[in-house]
């Protein structure tokens, strides 16, 4: 197969230096210029606001901790969308891998919990598959019934092995969870961790808000946590740098032309489909392993908000990681910030949308809608905060749903969506 797949006018490369209209992609000095930004946006937010968990290493840990099950469902979809099959039932996958995580964990550890939470998403995810790709149901309609079926087959099937009677109650289990599993245990780097602990402690400007933000990446991280992040790099390497990639992002930007090359499109959205399961499915059993046990409804919608990190990150797997790590930071502060930290956040984010703001007005040479709406979205954040001391309860709590509406709102201008995504595709049609 050549290195290029022509879907129309924009073409999709082997190499992926141009994805839509000659758009250029980040560079690395760019990426790490724009990481040092925000650093010094939360350093100077810490001093403004007296908040010192926006920095704490253990806020980032818990972060970081939160983030993985919603950027594993986040790399889910993008393994299924990129190949033109819609992925809603990411919930369920995430459900059916937690429960089966929590039956094998607590009889034999918490590594077979992994597989046996993999072996559960993909399951969900045949089932999508066989409806989606092979009887052309609405990929909607089906990743729906993938929720609502998981959720009733999880409930079930925790009711009949771990209700009363069972020997699972006898060790501690219910209808509502399994018996606690063994710790998986977790990673220190030696020598680096304690170093960049006592650099924290001595509260210098930027300096220990770096080393509080980079601890959390040295110290106490699960095993899951680091398999996690070679997922990531492994799907950026596999989609964007082989030709495997290349064939099954084609099945999602044009089928018909990827088929007349001899590609077997079915295959390859198959494949998409069950590796999205299975990612999806390693995030419920991440669930499991964290808490040591699956307890029903623990997934909260993390797979929707896996979805949401999906979109927001432009069906790339850099943007699904940044993306996640967002929300698992603002689910971090409303747990263990409050509304205090929360309020704080406020203020960075009005400081955000004037940059961006200002970033349009100057690209565009003039006052854009887009750009008045950020300014005068960043006057009312700052409004908002300098008028208030404390966040209330109820927005704490829903502190992640709203980030997510606000960035995707801010960034739907810019999605570029795979050109065949749920659309029907019969073998041999001729458009």
Not at 316 to 321: E, K, L, Q
Not at 333 to 356: M, N, S
Not at 387 to 396: F, I, N
Not at 410 to 415: A, I, M, T, V
Request: proline share 4%.
């Amino acid at each position: 197969m050549s290195s290029e797949v022509q879907t129309g006018p924009d073409p999709v490369r082997v190499r992926g230096k141009v994805e839509r209209g000659g758009r250029p992609r980040l560079s690395y000095p760019v990426v790490l210029l724009l990481i040092a930004a925000a650093l010094l946006l939360l350093s100077l937010a810490r001093v403004v606001t007296d908040t010192q968990s926006l920095t704490d290493a253990r806020q980032w840990g818990s972060a970081l901790g939160l983030a993985v099950p919603i950027g594993l469902a986040g790399l889910g979809g993008l393994w299924s969308e990129r190949s033109g099959v819609i992925n809603i039932g990411l919930e369920g996958m995430m459900m059916l891998g937690m429960f089966g995580a929590g039956w094998i964990g607590w009889q034999y550890g918490p590594w077979p919990a992994v597989l046996a939470g993999v072996i559960g998403g993909v399951l969900g995810a045949l089932v999508h598959a066989v409806a989606t790709v092979t009887f052309g149901v609405d990929h909607i309609v089906s990743g729906v019934a993938i929720n609502i079926l998981a959720l009733g087959v999880v409930q079930f099937l925790a009711h009949l092995w771990f209700g009363e009677g069972t020997e699972a109650s006898r060790q501690g289990g219910n209808d509502k969870q399994s018996p606690r599993m063994d710790p998986l245990g977790e990673m220190n780097v030696p020598g680096v961790s304690g170093w960049l602990a006592d650099i924290e402690e001595q509260n210098l400007f930027f300096v220990s808000d770096t080393a509080g933000v980079l601890g959390a990446l040295v110290s106490r991280v699960s095993w899951l946590t680091v398999i996690a992040v070679l997922l990531f790099f492994a799907t950026w390497f596999l989609l964007w740098r082989t030709s495997f990639g290349l064939r099954l992002r084609s099945c999602g930007e044009n089928p018909v032309a990827t088929e007349s090359l001899g590609v077997n499109v079915y295959l390859y959205k198959y494949l998409a489909v069950l590796i999205s399961g299975a990612l999806a499915g390693l995030g419920g059993a991440y669930l499991a392993v964290f808490i040591r046990m699956y307890q029903d409804g623990q997934t909260g919608g993390r797979g929707f908000l896996g979805l949401a990190t999906m979109i927001f990150g432009n069906w790339r797997p850099g943007g699904v990681a940044v993306g996640a790590g967002l929300f698992g930071f603002m689910d971090a502060l409303q747990i263990r910030g409050g509304g205090d930290t929360v309020h704080a956040i406020l203020l960075l984010f009005a400081v955000l949308l004037a940059v961006v703001a200002v970033w349009q007005m100057v690209r565009a040479r003039r006052l854009t809608l887009a750009a008045g709406f950020n300014a005068g979205l960043a006057v009312l954040l700052f409004a908002w905060w300098a008028a208030t001391d404390t966040m209330p309860g109820e927005l704490v709590t829903a502190s992640p749903y709203l980030t997510t509406l606000v960035v995707l709102t801010l960034f739907s201008q810019r999605l570029r969506v795979p050109r065949a995504i749920g659309r029907p595709y019969r073998r041999g049609q001729s458009t």
